[in-house]
């Protein structure tokens, strides 16, 4: 495409055309403000809505103003972003979404990330000069994984996009009309009676505090308070390439050392790893995989193909969006579940202590595993395997309570023994990881044979959907990745209407990037490349473990030996393996 | 075989039909054939007459015989005594009530004499469910002509150099939307028919697709012709029941006689129009929220660019015009393009309807050459203010348009003068105020629509309306200060420059232009506490003269909060604190003794 | 309904369907044609003033006569010269024709519609018409 030429402030640039405004703008190196717009390039997020008016410029010919984030720019256009009209219009506009917001921002979740607040002090706002005083007010929506607070939604509609356009999971959309207009589910039923995979996306995009986790960090200083209590922490291998962020560590830092120092700080008995868990989920999948592939080998066409079943976002997706296919996914429990069961079985019986006495804390980079954590079939007698998960998020907040300045801290290491690992558990963290990790043990189990190169540089990347074709010693598997669940409803699709591209095996992680851009990470604001950064320090990670295989882990050999016989047996039947339910939801 | 010589028509439209029109027309039937006339007199039900104020009618042709208000119990006079005897039934006749005299032969009436009626040329003339009366009267002839003697670009050259141009509000030239539509190539495309009529009390598209459905129908094919588009889609609010019905009727008889559908009169050209109701959403006849709102989701604009011709319906070419437009095509094709364009201003061709309401003798349906005054249509075929009281303002443009005022009186009608004076040409709704309508009052009612039709997408609109209207609420309620007008203005401005559709940017012009019109009366409630249209309760005292107080106690005993006190025969007092100000005593009072101040 | 198959058959339905709004559209433009009312009250009928109607509206069909229109009236009050017809051109008083057989509404129809010639039978007015 041709270039275009664009006077932005009496300053001249070229863009190519089809550019918006704002582009332009860029290239000027003029920083025009925005509120609702949100380009994530990489992951199919675009908010374009152009609903908050507050990045709208005067453009010569034009009778009104223009929003610059979604207004193309045409050749010869002459704009101006600093005029006493715009300047007027902006703070008019920005007075008018803060005349209807609550004002509770010292108590607000979203303080000291709220977009909205970094522009009302960018903009200098110092008096709300609107006389009007009606609010709007909302009734609060809270399920387990997240808040909505609709008194503070500014209709960004960033939120729906991603609900429908990148996650296609089509949760929420705008009701109501006028001053009463705002983001909801249908017939306003409350968000844990819809088909909301408690992915929380949304959260990670919401500039302000409508939409949070639902913090358990309370919980969690409660437990570790209580004397009684033997509290067992395991992280996940997200966390760790991200935590740093929190304390102004660049993206893509690795902290894993002194995340664990800080957690034994903070009082955890004993400091596990959901790596260790997901080297065992591994065995069981890969065993799983590899006894499908001969059933499927011997002509049992439906035995493939198996799908990954880490993400409890996407577990509720398939459970409520392909009830058809409820029997493909494996029945392998995800990681931190897996490290529930053993936490609360073996490890208790280690400690001779009975599971009530153990509070299990999971750190984790999501949502919806505070969801997967509360899940019925995950307890024992009404005590759950996995009592509290926070998110990296609340991780953060958690250590800053307790006055800790992580990055001065030491590097120390996991406990033992769920706290051993390999650089094939870390990698889980990453779209492609979970499938690399399987292939890497099924390859040399089916060939025993030891693997020529560990790293599968053909199942990494970031692009939505993924095909590669995976030589395991002469046979050919088809491996399909797909990360964001709109990628994933395309996959699906595509296997349930007969498999054309006969795919054997397929991962699917519920966020962008995987669990390295889930919602319980630091906020990105927009910056896919921090996600990215994150997924090159866990690639990192895994190339400087010793071991890389889950199957060499020592501590996975002698939990098998001691304790659950062989993968796929009954005892790792009963711990380790999980069904799914059809959900018939709106 | 009947060789009629006398046609009964009755007004079949929503108003009147609503007023036992239906019922007229049965008794009507059953009398004529009590008279053994069945096979001279046609008694038949056809769209709006437009003399709404005086519903239901009933015209008498072909001696033009107009009788108002009529009732089902007047059928049988009617048949005995003006078709068996020959004579008029007097009583019915319309009175004219400057000269109050009977005028008998409707074309001799103010109300029609200065009309021009294009779009509504078949609107009361013809059967609507009839598609044979329609062809009777040209109907589908331009379709014909167009399909087997003209190119898509010789229609659409017509169509430009007719001049003829949005009749929905924008105003925006309709040849050169249908040339852009044209030109924009996909594998399908769409005819829109915009009929999300929403101003209040406007009811022109309505009564078009009431009153002649096939017009529209017809416009719709040639449009899809000249655009290369198989598929019409009319979107039609759901609380237009009659319209739908008669429109429905229009569609499956023109597919029966082969003027819709595959192959329409053997020429190769495949057309065919479905049906979308519309939820009532003012917002909704926004282009692009109605593009959305038949997509099946929320009815809410987007940003233009992209216009609908370029991606719109299923991101499809799509051309969107409203009903009134389309009427107007049939008969350009056939009349051509130099007789519409010789009618109207320089740059406003044609004819325009307007819905005339509010305090005018005459509420009803008119259509008028471009051009003509605020006057003429107020006075001449309004018939001017109701009961001898001084005329204010009129509305024009519904909610998104301005008042203007006496001043306005003599201001030709057409779509650049009426930006000129802050309001706006909209759907065509006129709503006529008098002396006693309050003008911030007025503002206020139309911010209030606004507020709530607003879809509540952009800030501006959202949050915006509702600020205005709050500020206008503290000024008639007596609560209002200076700086209030100050803020006024300026979210006026910024609304009117930063919302993304229609909706918003016109959405305070009442507040603008009355505020430049009436700044007077905006200084009166804020300065001196006082609603000089004596309209604002709480800026109202009714007070009782103790010198024409005779103490009858009428006033005490309509009071409903007993605020009124006093001795018979003695001069009475209202207790302030307890009055409401319903205006019960001030009604009831036969001595002139209340005052509102 | 059968299809209409091309531009020509539409306009043949034309034709065949114009009568329907034909005397409407002839009352847009009322006080430009020739009116001839016909007394159809209850003396007229019984008198045959329906079939003498009847044969005016034919026969001015197949003639093609656009310029003047058939309706009817109520009694004029000439009941001892039923069947009557009153006759209007433009611009001129009304005349009115008594014992109107066909021969006379034909001859009333070549005479006096077409070439504007009064023809005998004619009975003095008495009475104001419809319109005064």
């Given amino acids: 495409m041709s270039d275009i030429k664009v006077v932005i402030d009496n300053k001249e640039v070229l863009v190519p055309s089809g550019s918006t405004i704002l582009d332009a703008t860029k290239k000027a190196g003029v920083h025009v403000p925005t509120l609702c717009h949100l380009d994530l390039h990489d992951t199919k997020m675009v908010n374009q809505a152009a609903s908050c008016r507050v990045c709208v410029v005067e453009v010569d010919g034009r009778r009104n103003l223009a929003p610059s984030c979604a207004t193309p720019a045409t050749n010869g256009m002459v704009v101006r972003t600093n005029s006493m009209r715009v300047l007027e219009a902006r703070k008019t506009v920005l007075e008018l979404l803060i005349s209807d917001h609550p004002k509770d921002c010292l108590s607000c979740a979203k303080a000291g990330e709220c977009e909205l607040q970094d522009l009302a002090e960018r903009c200098g706002l110092r008096q709300i000069g609107i006389t009007g005083d009606a609010q709007s007010t909302y009734k609060k929506d809270i399920t387990r994984s997240l808040i909505r607070d609709m008194d503070k939604c500014i209709m960004c509609r960033r939120c729906e996009t991603m609900c429908n356009t990148v996650q296609e999971v089509g949760a929420l959309s705008g009701i109501n009309r006028g001053f009463n207009a705002v983001i909801s589910p249908a017939f306003e039923l409350p968000m844990g009676e819809t088909v909301c995979t408690h992915c929380g996306q949304c959260v990670a995009v919401c500039p302000t505090g409508a939409l949070t986790e639902n913090d358990a960090t309370w919980e969690v200083v409660q437990a570790l308070a209580d004397p009684e209590k033997v509290v067992v922490v395991q992280t996940a291998p997200a966390v760790r390439v991200a935590i740093g962020e929190e304390f102004g560590r660049e993206p893509g830092s690795i902290v894993t050392g002194q995340m664990v120092t800080a957690l034994r700080q903070l009082g955890f008995d004993h400091v596990f790893d959901t790596d260790f868990a997901a080297d065992l989920t591994i065995l069981e999948e890969g065993t799983e995989l590899l006894g499908r592939l001969e059933a499927f080998l011997g002509g049992d066409a439906k035995a493939l193909p198996i799908l990954t079943s880490c993400c409890p976002a996407w577990v509720n997706f398939i459970e409520s969006q392909f009830p058809e296919l409820i029997d493909i996914p494996s029945t392998a429990k995800s990681p931190q579940q897996m490290f529930g069961a053993i936490a609360k079985t073996y490890f208790a019986e280690k400690l001779n202590i009975p599971r009530e006495k153990m509070v299990v804390v999971s750190v984790m980079p999501c949502l919806a595993k505070k969801y997967e954590a509360t899940r019925k079939e995950f307890s024992v007698d009404g005590n759950p395997d996995i009592d509290i998960v926070i998110s990296t998020r609340e991780l953060g907040q958690l250590i800053k309570h307790a006055n800790i300045e992580l990055t001065a801290l030491e590097e120390t290491e996991f406990d033992n023994p769920l706290g051993m690992s390999t650089g094939a558990g870390v990698i889980f963290g990453t779209t492609g990881g979970v499938i690399e990790a399987a292939v890497r043990t099924a390859y040399e189990v089916y060939t025993k044979k030891p693997l020529p190169k560990i790293d599968f540089e053909e199942l990494r990347g970031f692009e939505g959907v993924r095909v590669a074709a995976v030589d395991v010693d002469g046979l050919m598997l088809n491996i399909g990745i797909a990360h964001g669940l709109g ?58 473990m010793p071991i890389r295989k889950s199957h060499e882990n020592p501590a996975i050999t002698e939990i098998y030996e001691a304790y659950l016989g062989k993968p796929m047996g009954e005892l790792s039947h009963k711990l380790l393996h999980t069904h799914y339910h059809i959900k018939d939801k709106v | 075989m009947a060789n009629y010589t006398m046609h009964m028509l009755v007004c079949s439209g929503t108003g009147c039909k609503s007023a036992e029109s239906d019922l007229i027309t049965a008794n009507l039937e059953k009398y004529v054939a009590e008279a053994n006339m069945t096979d001279e007199v046609q008694v038949l039900k056809t769209g709006c007459f437009g003399f709404c104020e005086k519903g239901p009618v009933v015209k008498i042709l072909p001696d033009n015989t107009f009788y108002v208000q009529v009732t089902p119990d007047d059928a049988e006079e009617i048949v005995n005594e003006h078709i068996i005897k020959g004579r008029k039934v007097e009583r019915l006749l319309f009175v004219d009530p400057k000269t109050e005299k009977m005028v008998s032969d409707s074309k001799k009436m103010d109300f029609y004499k200065k009309q021009l009626r294009i779009a509504l040329r078949n609107c009361g003339l013809i059967d609507p469910d009839n598609i044979d009366e329609y062809i009777a009267r040209d109907g589908y002839h331009a379709l014909g002509m167009a399909l087997t003697e003209m190119t898509p670009q010789d229609v659409i050259k017509v169509v430009k150099d007719s001049g003829l141009r949005g009749r929905g509000g924008g105003g925006f030239p309709t040849g050169l939307k249908w040339e852009i539509a044209s030109k924009n190539d996909a594998d399908q495309k769409y005819v829109v028919c915009n009929a999300d009529e929403g101003d209040p009390g406007a009811f022109m598209d309505r009564s078009i697709l009431e009153g002649d459905p096939h017009s529209v129908v017809e416009a719709m094919a040639i449009c899809g012709y000249s655009m290369g588009a198989t598929i019409g889609k009319v979107y039609i609010r759901a609380e237009y029941p009659l319209a739908i019905k008669r429109l429905e009727k229009a569609i499956e008889d023109a597919r029966e006689y082969g003027l819709l559908g595959k192959d329409i009169m053997g020429t190769g050209f495949d057309f065919d129009i479905e049906l979308t109701f519309g939820a009532g959403a003012f917002v909704c006849g926004e282009e692009t929220a109605l593009i959305h709102s038949m997509e099946g989701e929320r009815g809410e604009p987007t940003t233009k660019p992209p216009f609908p011709a370029e991606s719109g319906y299923w991101g499809k070419p799509t051309n969107v015009n409203n009903v009134e437009t389309f009427a107007n095509v049939p008969v350009i094709l056939l009349k051509g393009a130099d007789w519409f364009s010789s009618i109207g201003s320089e740059k406003s061709k044609g004819t325009k309807v307007f819905a005339l309401a509010g305090k005018i003798n005459n509420v009803g349906l008119i259509e008028v050459p471009m051009g003509t005054t605020l006057r003429e249509v107020i006075y001449d075929i309004g018939g001017g203010i109701k009961d001898g009281k001084k005329f204010k303002a009129v509305q024009t443009g519904g909610p998104s348009g301005g008042c203007l005022t006496v001043d306005d009186l003599d201001t030709p009608i057409d779509y650049e003068n009426l930006i000129a004076k802050g309001s706006m040409m909209g759907s065509g709704g006129m709503i006529v105020m008098d002396e006693d309508d309050c003008m911030p009052a007025v503002a206020k009612f139309y911010l209030e629509f606004t507020e709530e039709e607003s879809c509540g997408k952009c800030t501006p609109c959202r949050v915006g309306t509702k600020r205005l209207s709050e500020l206008l609420e503290l000024i008639t309620d007596g609560k209002g200060k200076m700086e209030h007008l100050d803020e006024l203005k300026r979210l006026s401005r910024v609304i009117k420059d930063t919302a993304l559709c229609g909706l918003g940017q016109t959405a305070p012009n009442p507040v603008l232009s009355t505020m430049e019109a009436f700044w007077d009366e905006y200084i009166a409630h804020i300065k001196d506490g006082r609603c000089p249209a004596g309209q604002c309760t709480n800026l109202l005292q009714y007070i009782i003269s103790e010198a024409k107080c005779v103490g009858c106690t009428a ?43 | 309904m059968a299809k209409i198959k091309s531009f020509e058959e539409l306009k043949k339905i034309k034709d065949q369907v114009q009568s329907k709004v034909g005397l409407r559209e002839k009352g847009e433009n009322i006080d430009n044609l020739i009116q001839i009312r016909v007394a159809m009250a209850t003396c007229g009928i019984a008198s045959g003033a329906r079939e003498i109607m009847n044969y005016m509206i034919d026969e001015m069909t197949s003639q093609g006569i656009e310029n003047a229109v058939v309706t009817q009236t109520g009694c004029m009050g000439y009941c001892y010269a039923e069947p009557t017809i009153e006759v209007t051109t433009p611009g001129k008083e009304p005349v009115i024709y008594g014992d109107v057989t066909k021969e006379k509404a034909k001859e009333i129809i070549d005479e006096h519609v077409i070439k504007g010639e009064l023809v005998d039978g004619i009975i003095p007015m008495t009475h104001k018409t419809i319109d005064q």
């Avoid at chain 2, 009475?572 to 409401?580: F, L």
């Fill in chain 2, 555 to 597: 006033c005490v005993r309509v009071c409903p909060t007993n605020a009124i006190t006093g001795t018979v025969k003695k001069p009475h007092v209202i207790d302030q604190a307890k009055c409401i100000k319903c205006g019960a005593c001030y009604d009831k009072c036969k001595f002139e003794a209340i005052s509102k101040q």
């Fill in chain 1, 487 to 544: 990628n994933a409803r395309a996959l699906l699709t595509e296997v349930r209407d007969g498999n054309p591209r006969n795919l054997h095996a397929i991962e699917v992680m519920a966020c962008p990037g995987g669990c390295i851009g889930g919602a319980g990470q630091p906020y990105h604001h927009g910056n896919s490349d921090i996600i990215k950064k994150r997924q090159a320090a866990i690639y990192q990670i895994d190339k400087d």
